[in-house]
Nanobody
């Protein structure tokens, strides 16, 4: 089924931008297209929460806290999804996890740190 490999995290000042990427390695395209792909995040001491999802047909959904600031997208030919994060706030600081879901089964990548701080 392939691994989920995240990249693009780091430290950014409030108001700044970051772009996260997640590639499903060693997966064939037909398998990738079966999945609802997304991003979750988990801040210290808090539960993991859904940030955004994107279907193979490019339909998207967002948590209220990121609507208008974050954009999720998907390149099926590259088996990769992206999360463009703009107008970042300190409360966006978390470990961000790429996810794939089919039915009730959800898998996550290893996670990548995003820190928003001056």
């Amino acid at each position: 089924q392939g691994q989920l490999v995240e990249s693009g995290g780091g430290l950014v000042q409030p108001g700044g931008s970051l772009r996260l990427s997640c590639k499903m390695s060693r997966a064939i395209l037909s398998v990738f297209n079966q999945y609802l792909m997304g991003w979750y995040r988990q801040a210290p001491g808090l539960q993991r929460e859904l940030v955004a999802t994107v279907t193979s047909g490019h339909s998207t959904d967002y948590a209220d806290s990121v609507k208008g600031r974050f954009t999720i997208s998907r390149d099926n030919s590259r088996k990769t999804i992206y999360l463009q994060m703009n107008s970042l706030k300190p409360e966006d600081t978390a470990v961000y996890y790429c996810s794939r879901q089919v039915g009730s089964q959800i898998d996550w990548g290893q996670g990548i740190q995003v820190t928003v701080s001056s």
